[in-house]
C-alpha cells in the first residue's frame, strides 16, 4: 500500500493541483483495485502522463466504477488490442459487447490553472482604495498578462457600479470576466475586497455550451466503426462537471423551444442535436454523463448552526447576510469534490435504441435515464 501511496502522491506532484492527504489515498486504494482486475495498463497511462492527465485521470475514475459494479469474473479491457483506433474499453457480458468511449468535459484543471491568476486578482484589489465587495468569474482561456488590463478595468467601474451591478471586460486576445460589485452595509471596507470569485464558462454566455458538447462527441463517435445492435452496445462516457443538464438535453436530444397558444404553454426540439446527426444515430446507443458528488464536510456537520456563524470571515458574514444560522451551515457543510470522488451516471437514451435499455443496465447502474421528451426545470439540471 505504502508504494501506491508514494506513486499516487507523484501523480499529484505532477500537476498544479494541491492534493489532500485524503486524494493521495483514494487515488492508492483506486491503482490497487485497478491492478487486481487486470488493468494496469491504465495504471501505467496514469503514472506515465505528462500531458492530458486529467483526462487520464476520468478514464481512471470510470474504470473504478466498472470495476466497483461489475462481477469479479467479468473482464475489463482498456484499450483492447487489434483495432486501428480501440475505444477506451471494452467490456463482455452474456454474449454483449460493450463499447465505450470516454470525453472529458470537467473543468478541473483550469479551475487548478486559474487559482493563482484569482490570489493575483485579489492582491491587487487592496490597492484600490474603494470599500465594496466585488466578485470575478474568468473565462477558461484568461491569461495572466491580461491581469494588469483587467485590474485597469475594475478600478475605472469599482468608483462608478451601482449595487449589484454587474461587468462584462473583453480582453485584447478575447479573454473575458465578469466582476459584481455590491456594498458592504454597515461594515467599513478601507479598500476593494474580494468576496468570491470562481471559473466563468464564456460558452454558457455567448449561447454555445450544446456546440461544444456536440462537437467534443463528434471526436469521440470516430473510435466506432461500426453500427450498434443489441449484440455491440457503444457508449459514450464524459465527465460534465461543469455542464448544466439542459445543455446537454440541448446538445444531444436539439435544442428546445416555446410555442404559445393563447394562455397555453408548449415545448419541441429543433432537429439539431447530437443523436439526430445521420452519422451518428446508428452508431451510439446513449450518452452517460458523470458527475462528481458533493462531499460533507464532517467536521463543520458536527458544528451547531451558531458555531459554523461563529467561525465565518467578515467577508463571509457579509455575503450570507440574511441567511439563518441553519441556512449558512447547510451552505457550508458540503463541499466541492476533489479528482478522486463518488460520482453520479446519467443516462441519456437515443430513442432508436431504447429496446436496449435493459442490456445498458446489466453493465452500470444508473442515477436517472433521460429520454427525447424530458426537459430539466428549476436550476436547469435534474433533481
Given at each position: 500500500?505504502?508504494?501506491y501511496?508514494?506513486?499516487?502522491?507523484r501523480?499529484?506532484?505532477?500537476?498544479?493541483?494541491?492534493?489532500?492527504d485524503e486524494?493521495?489515498?483514494?487515488?492508492?486504494?483506486?491503482?490497487?483495485?485497478?491492478?487486481k482486475?487486470?488493468?494496469?495498463?491504465?495504471?501505467?497511462?496514469?503514472?506515465d502522463?505528462?500531458?492530458?492527465?486529467?483526462?487520464?485521470?476520468?478514464?481512471?475514475?470510470?474504470?473504478?466504477?466498472?470495476?466497483?459494479?461489475?462481477?469479479?469474473?467479468?473482464?475489463?479491457?482498456y484499450?483492447?488490442?487489434?483495432l486501428?483506433r480501440?475505444?477506451?474499453?471494452?467490456?463482455?457480458i452474456e454474449?454483449?459487447?460493450?463499447?465505450?468511449?470516454?470525453?472529458?468535459l470537467?473543468k478541473?484543471?483550469r479551475e487548478?490553472?486559474?487559482?493563482?491568476?484569482?490570489?493575483?486578482?485579489?492582491?491587487?484589489a487592496?490597492?484600490?482604495?474603494?470599500?465594496?465587495?466585488?466578485?470575478?468569474?474568468?473565462?477558461?482561456?484568461?491569461?495572466e498578462g491580461?491581469?494588469?488590463e483587467?485590474?485597469?478595468?475594475?478600478?475605472?467601474?469599482?468608483?462608478?457600479?451601482?449595487?449589484?451591478?454587474?461587468f462584462?471586460?473583453t480582453?485584447?486576445?478575447?479573454e473575458?470576466?465578469?466582476?459584481k460589485?455590491?456594498?458592504p452595509?454597515s461594515?467599513?471596507?478601507?479598500?476593494?475586497?474580494?468576496?468570491?470569485?470562481?471559473?466563468?464558462?464564456?460558452?454558457?454566455?455567448?449561447?454555445q455550451?450544446?456546440?461544444?458538447?456536440i462537437?467534443?462527441?463528434?471526436?469521440a463517435?470516430?473510435?466506432f466503426?461500426?453500427?450498434?445492435?443489441?449484440?455491440n452496445?457503444?457508449?459514450?462516457?464524459?465527465?460534465?462537471?461543469?455542464?448544466?443538464?439542459?445543455?446537454?438535453?440541448?446538445?444531444?436530444?436539439?435544442?428546445?423551444?416555446?410555442?404559445?397558444?393563447?394562455?397555453?404553454?408548449?415545448?419541441?426540439?429543433?432537429e439539431?442535436?447530437?443523436?439526430?446527426?445521420?452519422?451518428?444515430s446508428k452508431?451510439?446507443?446513449?450518452?452517460?454523463?458523470?458527475k462528481?458528488?458533493?462531499?460533507?464536510?464532517?467536521?463543520?456537520?458536527?458544528?451547531?448552526?451558531?458555531?459554523v456563524?461563529?467561525?465565518?470571515?467578515?467577508?463571509?458574514?457579509?455575503?450570507?447576510?440574511?441567511?439563518?444560522p441553519?441556512?449558512?451551515?447547510?451552505?457550508?457543510?458540503?463541499?466541492?469534490?476533489?479528482?478522486?470522488?463518488?460520482?453520479?451516471?446519467?443516462?441519456?437514451?437515443?430513442?432508436?435504441?431504447?429496446?436496449?435499455?435493459?442490456?445498458?443496465?446489466?453493465?452500470?447502474?444508473?442515477?436517472k435515464?433521460?429520454?427525447?421528451?424530458?426537459?430539466?426545470?428549476?436550476?436547469?439540471?435534474f433533481?
Amino acid at each position: 500500500m505504502e508504494d501506491y501511496i508514494n506513486i499516487a502522491r507523484r501523480i499529484f506532484d505532477g500537476t498544479r493541483y494541491e492534493a489532500s492527504d485524503e486524494d493521495v489515498k483514494r487515488l492508492a486504494d483506486n491503482m490497487i483495485l485497478l491492478e487486481k482486475r487486470g488493468l494496469g495498463k491504465l495504471n501505467k497511462r496514469l503514472i506515465d502522463s505528462t500531458r492530458g492527465i486529467w483526462a487520464t485521470i476520468a478514464e481512471h475514475n470510470f474504470a473504478v466504477i466498472l470495476a466497483s459494479q461489475l462481477c469479479s469474473k467479468i473482464p475489463i479491457n482498456y484499450e483492447p488490442d487489434g483495432l486501428q483506433r480501440p475505444p477506451d474499453f471494452k467490456v463482455e457480458i452474456e454474449g454483449v459487447t460493450y463499447w465505450i468511449q470516454m470525453k472529458d468535459l470537467s473543468k478541473l484543471a483550469r479551475e487548478n490553472r486559474q487559482e493563482k491568476i484569482i490570489q493575483k486578482i485579489k492582491e491587487a484589489a487592496k490597492k484600490i482604495t474603494v470599500g465594496k465587495f466585488f466578485s470575478c468569474a474568468l473565462s477558461y482561456d484568461f491569461k495572466e498578462g491580461c491581469l494588469t488590463e483587467l485590474m485597469n478595468f475594475i478600478n475605472d467601474k469599482a468608483v462608478v457600479a451601482l449595487k449589484e451591478e454587474s461587468f462584462l471586460f473583453t480582453g485584447k486576445d478575447n479573454e473575458k470576466a465578469e466582476v459584481k460589485f455590491w456594498s458592504p452595509g454597515s461594515m467599513e471596507l478601507p479598500e476593494l475586497t474580494l468576496g468570491c470569485a470562481g471559473d466563468l464558462d464564456m460558452v454558457e454566455i455567448i449561447g454555445q455550451a450544446s456546440a461544444q458538447i456536440i462537437q467534443s462527441l463528434l471526436n469521440a463517435v470516430g473510435a466506432f466503426n461500426w453500427e450498434a445492435d443489441a449484440s455491440n452496445v457503444n457508449l459514450i462516457v464524459m465527465e460534465a462537471d461543469n455542464k448544466r443538464d439542459i445543455n446537454i438535453c440541448d446538445a444531444l436530444f436539439g435544442t428546445a423551444y416555446f410555442n404559445f397558444l393563447g394562455d397555453k404553454q408548449s415545448w419541441s426540439r429543433k432537429e439539431d442535436g447530437f443523436f439526430a446527426d445521420s452519422n451518428v444515430s446508428k452508431k451510439v446507443v446513449g450518452v452517460v454523463a458523470t458527475k462528481r458528488k458533493r462531499e460533507r464536510d464532517e467536521e463543520i456537520s458536527f458544528l451547531s448552526p451558531e458555531e459554523v456563524v461563529s467561525r465565518l470571515s467578515f467577508q463571509e458574514k457579509e455575503i450570507s447576510n440574511g441567511m439563518t444560522p441553519e441556512e449558512i451551515k447547510k451552505a457550508l457543510e458540503w463541499k466541492s469534490p476533489g479528482p478522486i470522488a463518488d460520482y453520479s451516471l446519467i443516462l441519456y437514451m437515443n430513442d432508436r435504441f431504447k429496446y436496449l435499455l435493459e442490456t445498458i443496465k446489466r453493465l452500470l447502474s444508473f442515477d436517472k435515464i433521460v429520454y427525447y421528451n424530458m426537459m430539466p426545470m428549476g436550476k436547469s439540471n435534474f433533481d
